[in-house]
């Protein structure tokens, strides 16, 4: 079945694709090998194979869509040639300005010109700007090379054909979209259909991969832990700061030397020394370059997330190291397989059982009255946040309040403070920030709400009702085994949302299906050297404008965010790879108060 799922795939992103979607939708594929199938064989073929499911494929832009995100290159008239260089004019005579325009003006008219400038790659809106620029230029030069001097003279005089002007033109129009020359070198370095093979480093070990799948509070990221804890050096990937935070912690109390890396701190174990063999950072910040004996990566359901997906897959494929150690949903299993077929390496699955009971209540909170000690209330909208905090604070009760938006030592401060038996705060306010592997002491979880605002693949906001694997995350936070809960509760604020949440959480979790992609640093720069005078945001732009992604494995992530910190900070002069990296970090436009932290910690930097 993985030699009949790796051929499909391999063909689809062929040349033959369209043909061979044909052939998979025949009675032949359908009558004689679907039936063999079994309904797991059959989950995962790719989407086009299976019955009745029509495959989303990434939608190229047409030649005048593409076209169109190409700035034309200013190109300067000459002033003057050197002195003993006006050979044209010595042999034909000055230039009649004025004829010369006419002439342009019946070139430009002509269809036959049209006609052969559309062959060269010029549609109606290059075909127009090249001549505008031409035209320009042949009115205010004050020189010209002598062969066009001549040529231009000779019509104007009636003595050559205004179709002759041509390849002179088309020189001129290359010069001002330089991609006309380029384009096939531009779309090789934009084919992603194998992202194994950008990481040749990782390439040449022979890595060994575990996956450790289980639900939260199973014990699986511990495992992957002690590894991590007892290697001669190592790397752990989370997907917040405040993850990464409490492992250098725990690292660095253990006695292993231990460097946080963020996106917006570094802090050493040994300030005075150098950096230490062991290193916690979050995902986007991992290194591809450095070899490790032993990396971690957590929370690996989140290589599905629309905006930053991309980190995860770089990790799986690029990391180098001896051994690495996968944590997450059992629902990633089957693709990470698919994606270690094209490194070479086999996956050893360890899977684990939750180590505590939790029980859904059938009664909602209705009342902030019906608030106890140890319970989490979460909601999904900062106001909220602080709305539910002042009415638990007049019932008398003492709160913790957590979200994404909190500097991470404020988060594990509070995080300590609502652990903590003898404090006085023992209600806990937060966002599904703690649904992402936070060490915490919580009874009961409580949901607000069930619907949670989204990204969609165009960027934009959105509410959704909370997937089964998000409902999971957040709810088995309750009841962690070693704290003074070892039995969790999970209920709801409103009475009417209870069945809803009893639903989703009955629910199987939906095998994944694609790995996010973002074009490399690499990639980029190779992109510049063909397009110099773009923009790191217009570079982007156009390579996932003409990329090719194997859709039935990989997707490519939402840019808008990274064009818009790239266009935020395209005044400030720094290296192309630097410019990447800043806008690498996990900001939304949406928040103008850290867009425009980002711009002065980035001016900073200059």
Same mark, same amino acid.
């Given at each position: 079945m993985r030699i009949l799922q790796r051929t499909v795939r391999g063909l689809i992103t062929g040349p033959t694709t369209n043909a061979f979607r044909r052939q998979i939708s025949s009675s032949?594929?359908?009558?004689? =090998?679907? %039936?063999?199938? *079994?309904?797991?064989?059959?989950?995962?073929l790719p989407l086009c194979a299976r019955p009745g499911v029509t495959i989303f494929t990434r939608r190229f832009k047409s030649g005048e869509d593409l076209n169109a995100l190409f700035a034309p290159v200013p190109i300067e008239p000459v002033e003057k040639g050197a002195e003993g260089d006006d050979v044209g004019e010595e042999f034909s005579g000055k230039l009649n300005r004025d004829g010369v325009l006419k002439v342009l003006n019946t070139f430009y008219r002509r269809p036959e010109i049209k006609r052969v400038a559309e062959?060269?790659? &010029?549609? *109606?809106? &290059?075909?127009?700007?090249?001549? =505008?620029?031409?035209? /320009?230029?042949?009115? /205010?030069s004050q020189y010209f090379p002598p062969d066009l001097h001549i040529l231009l003279s000779d019509i104007v005089a009636g003595a050559g054909h205004v179709d002759d002007v041509f390849p002179y033109f088309l020189k001129h129009a290359k010069q001002c979209f330089p991609h006309l020359d380029c384009m096939d070198d531009l779309r090789k370095i934009s084919d992603l259909r194998s992202p194994a093979n950008w990481y040749p480093e990782a390439r040449k070990m022979n890595r060994k991969v575990i996956f450790h799948a289980g639900p939260t509070n199973s014990g699986k990221t511990y495992e992957a832990m002690e590894h991590f804890l007892k290697a001669k050096s190592g790397v752990y990937c989370g997907p917040l700061k405040l993850l990464a935070s409490e492992v250098f912690h725990k690292a660095n109390s253990r006695g292993v030397a231990c460097d946080l890396i963020t996106g917006e701190e570094r802090r050493l174990s040994n300030p005075e020394g150098g950096g230490s063999a062991h290193v916690a950072c979050t995902v986007e910040m991992a290194s591809t370059d450095v070899r490790y004996e032993v990396g971690v990566i957590d929370e690996i359901q989140m290589i599905r997330d629309n905006?930053?997906? +991309?980190? +995860? *897959?770089? *990790?799986?494929l690029g990391m180098c190291v001896d051994e690495l150690h996968i944590c997450g949903e059992a629902s990633a299993i089957e693709l990470v397989k698919e994606m270690l077929l094209d490194t070479g390496e086999d996956l050893e699955v360890k899977t684990y059982k939750r180590l505590t009971t939790l029980t859904i209540q059938d009664q909602a909170l209705q009342s902030f009255d019906n608030i106890r000690n140890g319970d989490c209330v979460v909601a999904f909208n900062k106001n909220d946040i602080y709305a539910i905090s002042r009415n638990v604070e007049?019932?008398?009760?003492?709160?913790?309040?957590?979200?994404?938006?909190?500097p991470p030592g404020t988060k594990l401060a509070q995080a300590k403070n609502f652990n903590d038996p003898s404090h006085e705060i023992n209600v806990l306010v937060a966002t599904d920030a703690i649904g992402m592997g936070l060490n915490l002491s919580i009874k009961r979880i409580i949901f607000y709400s069930l619907m949670k %605002?989204?990204?969609?693949?165009?960027?934009?906001k959105e509410l959704e009702l909370l997937s089964t694997s998000q409902a999971l995350q957040i709810a088995g936070r309750a009841g962690r085994f070693g704290t003074q809960y070892e039995s969790g509760e999970v209920t709801t604020f409103k009475p009417e949302d209870v069945s809803v949440l009893k639903?989703? &959480?009955?629910? %199987?979790?939906? %095998?994944?299906?694609?790995?996010?992609l973002h074009p490399t640093a690499d990639q980029i720069e190779l992109f510049a050297y063909h397009l110099p005078n773009a923009t790191l945001s217009n570079l982007i732009e156009i390579f996932v404008? =003409?990329?090719?992604?194997?859709?039935?494995?990989?997707?490519?992530?939402?840019?808008?965010?990274f064009k818009f910190l790239a266009d935020t900070i395209q005044h400030v002069p720094l290296a192309l790879k630097t410019r990447y990296t800043f806008c690498c970090a996990p900001i939304s436009r949406k928040q103008p108060f850290v867009c425009s932290m980002f711009l002065k910690v980035y001016s900073l930097a200059k």
């Open positions: 032949t594929f359908v009558q004689q =090998i679907l %039936p063999r199938c *079994t309904p797991l064989q059959k989950s995962r062959e060269h790659g &010029l549609d *109606t809106r &290059l075909f127009h700007q090249s001549f =505008i620029s031409f035209r /320009k230029y042949c009115a /205010k905006v930053r997906g +991309w980190a +995860w *897959t770089r *990790t799986v007049k019932r008398g009760f003492s709160c913790a309040v957590i979200y994404g938006g909190l %605002p989204s990204v969609n693949e165009k960027g934009e639903d989703i &959480l009955a629910k %199987p979790v939906d %095998p994944i299906e694609a790995a996010g404008s =003409i990329c090719r992604v194997d859709d039935s494995l990989y997707f490519m992530c939402n840019i808008e965010d």
